[in-house]
């Protein structure tokens, strides 16, 4: 979003000020989220806060696509409360769920080192499609399928079974 959102928006006719206000928009919106998110899932099972902001997010793009104006604001403040959301319970999640900081360790890294090479990936292939299609279109559908595949990956998420998958990292 950072690295396509404005450009996008001066598709639209928004100014480079306006458009670059966005991310600043989106961004609030993540440390609001991020904040909060955890704080009011007070919950052992963090799925559905989990499916909560996926789905944020995939109402927020999916409006990119379909309805971009006049609505951009409540689309990128969707994203941005998704994302920080999402960001923030994956880390609590491998926290609070397992028995040992060495294993809870292990997780985050994997969940971050994972994470940031997708994060890096997706901007270069968003400028790809966006270059060969001329539209940020695809791109954003790019998203709102892995948004998709996100969802059906945290269906899958079940506290009794971290400790059982990180059981190799425990010796």
């Excluded at 909060?36 to 919950?43: D, H, M, T």
């Excluded at 969707?78 to 926290?95: D, K, N, R, Y």
């Excluded at 709102?144 to 190799?168: C, V, W």
């Amino acid at each position: 979003m950072i690295a396509w959102l404005p450009s996008y928006a001066q598709e639209f006719g928004w100014s480079a000020q306006s458009s670059g206000e966005l991310i600043g928009i989106m961004t609030l919106f993540q440390v609001i989220a991020a904040l909060a998110g955890p704080a009011l899932s007070g919950e052992r099972d963090r799925r559905l806060w989990l499916f909560l902001g996926i789905g944020i997010q995939l109402v927020g793009f999916i409006g990119l696509v379909l309805v971009p104006e006049p609505m951009m604001l409540v689309w990128v403040a969707m994203i941005g409360t998704g994302l920080g959301s999402c960001f923030a319970l994956t880390l609590t999640v491998a926290l609070e769920h397992l028995a040992t900081p060495k294993i809870a360790g292990a997780l985050t890294a994997f969940i971050q080192g994972i994470g940031f090479i997708i994060t890096a990936v997706i901007p270069y292939v968003a400028g790809i499609l966006r270059q060969s299609t001329g539209s940020f279109q695809v791109a954003w559908l790019m998203v709102i399928f892995a948004l998709l595949l996100m969802l059906i990956i945290t269906s899958r998420f079940s506290p009794a079974g971290y400790a059982k998958a990180m059981e190799p990292y425990n010796a």
